[in-house]
């Protein structure tokens, strides 16, 4: 046999990426174990603590007999069901692999080298990540107190601006802007920005002045409204997603997607969770009360803990050394319990804190308890 030579890796002659890909912080999801430990709390995630619907888990385990089949690249039957459950036009709305792959497809679609995606400062990490990776630049507006800043928004919007994105309620602040200011910010934006409105916790907030958006898809050319099923749904393990858009915007992402973007599975356990209706009821209500215990019983213990309408809340840790952020984020994993740092969302001295379990948030309190005192 002909021998063979090791080829190695010549760092002028190897391939190289197209600029500003190397300068991409990689998203890190939350973690889910602790070196030592076979059984963790894990709230680090915001998922669901009630897991996803019998009938959900039903439909996949049925699925599972035709997986050598490719799944419809439409999903027409989950639009069917999304646009009865939510009185949509089923032609506008598009699936997709959870809607983290919704974000990327708007920035390759509308965005690119030279042109800038803007967002609030403690919005969702995939936005300038998305951004980066089309070769745009990603531009951060200062919140206030927390909370999207509409004037700031508007202030940064310039001829390169071509997206917007604002999770609203946002993750990991969990607040939320009114509908009234969602108008406003409509109204300020030219037409040819878009306006990508990210209502992935819109099922847990329950205020009268809240709106996702999809009113606005329809009288405006230039707004879309992202969805998810990995949260109150209870699937983020299927990645499934979608997005309403005018029917334009939704022409376009259905020409750069993925032919089959969804899974037979997803498509089938999305339909039917959608159907059961009295499980998300029950994963709202166990949300609300034990949101409610766990603001109220962090703030017992001196603790700054914001009013989330999500299903996670974010607790701020003062500055003294051994009492910080990361000194309790240390003592929860030596107990077992997981959380998350907000260090890359700008929040150094914060922790989120998803919503479990009756016992897991006991637990945590308990921890933190020990931590204080």
Same mark, same amino acid.
């Not at 890909?21 to 990689?26: F, K, Q, V, Y």
């Not at 497809?105 to 403690?122: E, I, K, M």
């Not at 531009?139 to 928004?153: H, K, N, Q, S, W």
């Not at 949300?287 to 109220?296: G, I, S, Y």
């Given at each position: 046999?002909?021998?063979?030579?090791?080829?190695?890796?010549?760092?002028?002659?190897?391939?190289?990426?197209?600029?500003?890909?190397?300068?991409?912080?990689?998203?890190?999801?939350?973690?889910?174990?602790?070196?030592?430990?076979?059984?963790?709390?894990?709230?680090?995630?915001?998922?669901?603590?009630?897991?996803?619907?019998?009938?959900?888990?039903?439909?996949?385990?049925?699925?599972?007999?035709?997986?050598?089949?490719?799944?419809?690249?439409?999903?027409?039957?989950?639009?069917?069901?999304?646009?009865?459950?939510?009185?949509?036009?089923?032609?506008?709305?598009?699936?997709?692999?959870?809607?983290?792959?919704?974000?990327?497809?708007?920035?390759?679609?509308?965005?690119?080298?030279?042109?800038?995606?803007?967002?609030?400062?403690?919005?969702?990490?995939?936005?300038?990540?998305?951004?980066?990776?089309?070769?745009?630049?990603?531009?951060?507006? =200062?919140?206030? %107190?927390?909370?999207?800043?509409? %004037?700031?928004?508007?202030?940064?919007?310039?001829?390169?601006?071509?997206?917007? &994105?604002?999770?609203?309620?946002?993750? =990991?602040?969990?607040?939320? $802007?009114?509908?009234?200011? $969602?108008?406003?910010?409509?109204?300020?934006?030219?037409?040819?920005?878009?306006?990508?409105?990210?209502?992935?916790?819109?099922?847990?907030?329950?205020?009268?002045?809240?709106?996702?958006?999809?009113?606005?898809?329809?009288?405006?050319?230039?707004?879309?409204?992202?969805?998810? &099923?990995?949260?109150?749904?209870?699937?983020?393990?299927?990645?499934?997603?979608?997005?309403?858009?005018?029917?334009?915007?939704?022409?376009?992402?259905?020409?750069?997607?993925?032919? &089959?973007?969804?899974?037979?599975?997803?498509?089938?356990?999305?339909?039917?969770?959608?159907?059961?209706?009295?499980?998300?009821?029950?994963?709202?209500?166990?949300?609300?009360?034990?949101?409610?215990?766990?603001?109220?019983?962090?703030?017992?213990?001196?603790?700054?803990?914001?009013?989330?309408?999500?299903?996670?809340? $974010?607790?701020?840790?003062?500055?003294?050394?051994?009492?910080?952020?990361?000194?309790?984020?240390? &003592?929860?994993?030596?107990?077992?319990?997981?959380?998350?740092?907000?260090?890359?969302?700008?929040?150094?001295?914060? $922790?989120?804190?998803?919503?479990?379990?009756?016992?897991?948030?006991?637990?945590?309190?308990?921890?933190?308890?020990?931590?204080?005192?």
């Amino acid at each position: 046999m002909p021998e063979t030579t090791a080829i190695k890796d010549d760092p002028v002659t190897a391939p190289r990426p197209r600029p500003g890909i190397l300068e991409i912080a990689p998203y890190v999801g939350g973690e889910s174990a602790v070196p030592g430990r076979d059984r963790v709390i894990k709230l680090a995630s915001n998922e669901s603590a009630l897991g996803p619907s019998p009938a959900a888990v039903a439909a996949m385990a049925a699925a599972a007999g035709t997986m050598h089949r490719y799944p419809d690249g439409h999903c027409t039957d989950l639009r069917r069901a999304l646009a009865d459950r939510h009185g949509l036009d089923p032609d506008r709305i598009v699936c997709g692999a959870g809607s983290d792959e919704l974000i990327s497809l708007l920035c390759r679609a509308y965005a690119g080298p030279g042109d800038q995606v803007l967002y609030s400062r403690h919005g969702f990490l995939m936005y300038p990540i998305s951004a980066r990776t089309v070769g745009a630049e990603p531009v951060a507006a =200062p919140e206030r %107190d927390l909370i999207a800043d509409v %004037d700031a928004l508007l202030a940064r919007v310039t001829k390169h601006t071509r997206l917007l &994105f604002l999770a609203n309620p946002n993750n =990991p602040t969990g607040t939320y $802007l009114t509908s009234d200011a $969602l108008e406003r910010l409509r109204a300020g934006l030219p037409e040819r920005v878009v306006l990508v409105l990210d209502a992935a916790y819109d099922e847990y907030v329950d205020r009268p002045d809240y709106q996702a958006g999809e009113r606005l898809v329809e009288t405006c050319p230039n707004v879309v409204v992202t969805r998810t &099923f990995s949260k109150i749904y209870g699937l983020g393990g299927v990645r499934l997603g979608w997005a309403y858009a005018p029917a334009a915007v939704a022409d376009v992402l259905n020409r750069i997607r993925n032919p &089959f973007n969804v899974s037979s599975p997803a498509q089938q356990a999305g339909i039917a969770a959608l159907s059961d209706q009295a499980f998300v009821d029950r994963a709202r209500h166990h949300n609300v009360t034990w949101r409610a215990w766990t603001t109220d019983a962090l703030r017992g213990l001196g603790l700054q803990v914001g009013d989330s309408v999500c299903n996670f809340v $974010l607790v701020r840790f003062p500055a003294a050394d051994g009492r910080d952020a990361a000194a309790a984020d240390a &003592f929860l994993k030596d107990r077992g319990i997981i959380v998350r740092r907000m260090d890359a969302y700008g929040l150094p001295d914060a $922790l989120r804190i998803s919503i479990g379990l009756a016992e897991e948030m006991q637990a945590c309190v308990a921890a933190l308890t020990e931590f204080v005192g």
